[in-house]
């Protein structure tokens, strides 16, 4: 949909503003569901335990009880127990209480204990930490529950063949109020818990075909039957709906969990980040999500990126442990942790590490001596990194419009509906710029913060947003537009005609550094007033057959540049140096003068931040031999990059400038606005400090 069309097509578009921007049942209101236990209401937690919010490193041990256990707790000890604690020193502890086999880890007489039950392991860890200041949260699973299901068919959800699913609930159902609130009422008060981290939430929840579900729908639409594919015209509108009844069931448990507990603080796995990216309506207390245990360094660098700029406490949850092809479990060593941790560390967040005790409940010391030295690792940089905040640079969209529509689960975008974000998102970090990315909620009201806006490939904006950046334009702002049908959005400010409709071609797309394959859908443009800046060919004979690839226009007081075919696709794909080059050829004619220009390898990441106290960092990641699944899992070395040339926007002259943690104090030169200095060697992670 291009500008000229907005006014004639919203039905699709106000279908997505209703199903999310409105106030949804449950929320913000009080619970009618009655206490199960006599704690209700009480709060006996200690001073000494610091709230989520202020939380900066913790610790999360699961186990999924299950049918099959017969020693659990057997090997918990207050002694092991204090040797983890007092060498790690954790704000919080998430330990094991309901898994998603749906049997609890502690004697329940709400739901199903598991049969395996030797000793209260939840009692004993609930009076050690208490002794120390640490809080206690559990690893509960909602959503997803096979023992409910099995006891309670009914309780389901049905998929759009007729078939029960043996593992998640509905969210229409009586499961909420029959088992996962009462449940919840029951271990916290039980245990004098500090809150809960909720997991097999949104992105385990599915489109629902239950009776409860096919009736809430008729009463919402008005209509008799389901969608069941995404030819049904209503099929957007059926997802959307399955998106907002998840919420609705969201807002209820939070809900009525706070109001029996005051002060209690609770998450859900992976709400409201990327797999969920609307605005946050249900009352978290914090947000969270355990990123891929091998995938890690990437998606750390989408999802940090991401909550940052979601304005709630959050915190990432690191996999302590992965395994190789046909292999089992294996730790990591604490350097690959180190590099994983400097990834949320850099964008202000709380990082926390997942490591599962043994069936028995005993932490080996492999794993004491692991945390010890990521915990050390994180604190040496708590002071200059958590609740730091962006220095505005480049805004990547991350658009939850184009969402909606592309993806069709409830959440959880697992089916490449990222590729093309996460592939600009690598290029510009390997050109060494500070990214955020931002949904159109988000964005909206800070587009004029950012130089540079860069919008992957997405096939819809909101109206309103998608005026916004035209504003954003016309005011002096820059736009680079990454593949066709970002572009055809955005034709008018283009100085191009299109001609005809996008076309799968095998393609070479001149470089720099040469030719490079980038074979996929095209679109052919005439020029009507833009600047040809990037060629493409039929073959590597670049004699014939040249077709323009990318463009440049001044429109208003801004610059606009689009590339027309599957650039960032490709380099999500490939990862080709020279496509790399050919962005930042791109980035150069829009983004001349970005506060810091820093010379060093592609294996570097920069983000310019401010600390919570207001002093401005330039903290730099090496990724330099990070984890690539599924034959290269495990690093155990880092090797040092530099000598590091940073050139940094600074109106008055600093009074000294120091690279952290070392505190060391560099060689400096201040010369007409801007700083110039030179980091010797980074290792993992480090930050220029400038005062």
């Known amino acids: 949909m291009n500008l000229k069309e907005l006014r004639g097509k919203k039905t699709l578009i106000l279908l997505m503003i209703i ?32 709230p989520r919010s202020e939380a900066f490193f913790g ?3 699961d186990l999924h009880p299950n049918a099959s256990d017969t020693e659990l707790g057997a090997d918990v000890s207050e002694e092991n127990i204090a040797e983890l604690l007092d060498r790690v020193k954790p704000d919080y502890v998430q330990y094991d209480c309901k898994g998603h086999p749906g049997y609890t880890g502690y004697p329940t007489k709400v739901g199903w204990p598991s049969p395996g039950i030797v000793k209260d392991s939840l009692a004993i860890w609930r009076k050690v930490t208490r002794e120390r200041g640490v809080g206690l949260y559990i690893h509960y699973s909602g959503v997803w529950d096979s023992k409910a299901i099995e006891e309670h068919p009914d309780w389901a959800r049905i998929d759009a063949d007729g078939k029960r699913d043996p593992n998640a609930t509905s969210v229409f159902g009586p499961y909420v109020d029959r088992l996962l609130i009462p449940q919840l009422k029951e271990v916290i008060a039980a245990y004098d818990l500090d809150g809960a981290w909720v997991d097999g939430e949104c992105w385990r929840a599915e489109l629902d075909y239950s009776p409860e579900a096919l009736k809430a729908w008729q009463k919402y639409s008005g209509k008799d039957r389901a969608p069941k594919s995404p030819a049904d015209p209503d099929w957007l509108e059926w997802k959307m709906f399955q998106r907002q009844a998840f919420e609705s069931y969201l807002c209820h448990w939070v809900d009525a969990l706070h109001e029996f507990r005051p002060g209690v603080q609770l998450t859900s796995n992976w709400m409201y980040t990327t797999f969920a990216p609307k605005p946050v309506v249900a009352h978290l207390d914090f947000l969270s999500g355990d990123y891929s245990p091998s995938l890690s360094v990437d998606r750390a660098r989408v ?38 941790a400097a990834v949320v560390l850099m964008q202000g967040g709380g990082f926390q590490v ?51 529509e592309r993806m069709d689960r409830v959440f ?51 109206p309103d947003f998608q005026k916004e950046v035209v504003s954003f334009v016309e005011n002096g702002g820059s736009l680079l537009l990454l593949g066709e049908k970002s572009a055809r959005l955005f034709e008018p ?38 600047e040809p800046i990037g060629f493409r060919y039929p073959t590597r004979d670049f004699r014939r057959g040249q077709a323009i690839a990318a463009t440049i226009a001044s429109y208003g007081k801004g610059k606009v540049a689009a590339v027309y075919g599957p650039l960032a696709l490709a380099f999500f794909r490939s990862h ?57 899992n495990f690093i155990d070395y880092v090797p040092p990059v530099g000598p590091i040339q940073i050139k940094l926007a600074l109106e008055e002259k600093p009074q000294k400038v120091l690279w952290m943690p070392e505190v060391t104090r560099l060689k400096w030169k201040w010369d007409k606005g801007y700083l110039y200095t030179t980091v010797p060697a980074l290792h993992i992670h480090g930050i220029l400090l400038v005062d």
């Not at 992965?322 to 690959?336: E, T, Y």
Request: aromatic share 8%.
């Open 19 to 50: 199903g999310f921007l409105i106030i949804l049942p449950g929320c913000g209101q009080k619970s009618k569901t009655e206490a199960v236990t006599a704690g209700a209401g009480k709060n006996l937690k200690t001073d000494k335990v610091r």
């Open 59 to 61: 610790l999360h041990f």
């Open 303 to 340: 999802e940090a990126r991401y909550l940052a700029s979601t304005g709630k406490p959050w915190d990432l949850m690191a996999w302590g442990f992965d395994r190789g092809r046909d292999q089992g479990w294996s730790l990591k060593s604490a350097f690959h942790l180190q590099q994983e």
């Open 354 to 404: 997942y490591n599962t005790p043994t069936r028995r409940g005993y932490i080996v010391p492999a794993i004491i001596d692991q945390l010890e030295q990521v915990a050390r690792f994180c604190r040496e940089r708590q002071s200059l990194s958590f609740k730091s905040r962006t220095v505005p640079q480049v805004a990547l969209l991350l658009s939850e419009t184009s969402l909606w």
């Open 412 to 462: 959880s975008p697992w089916a490449g509906e990222y590729d093309e974000l996460e592939g600009a998102l690598q290029a510009l970090l390997e050109l060494h710029f500070s990214v955020d990315i931002l949904a159109e909620h988000q964005l909206i009201s800070r587009i004029k913060e950012f130089p540079l806006l860069v919008i992957p490939e997405v096939h819809r904006l909101e």
């Open 493 to 530: 400010l283009l100085g191009v005609k299109m001609v005809g409709e996008p076309q799968q071609i095998t393609a070479e797309l001149a470089t720099p550094a040469g030719p490079v394959s980038l074979n996929g859908r095209w679109q052919e443009v005439e020029l009507a007033g833009a």
């Open 576 to 632: 080709h140096p020279a496509l790399r080059q050919f962005i930042g050829n791109l980035t150069q004619k829009l983004f001349p003068s970005p506060a810091v220009i820093v010379e060093a390898p592609p294996t570097v990441d920069v983000a310019l931040r401010r600390t919570a106290d207001n002093r401005l960092t330039l903290h730099l990641l090496n990724r330099t031999g990070f984890p690539v699944p599924d034959r290269y």
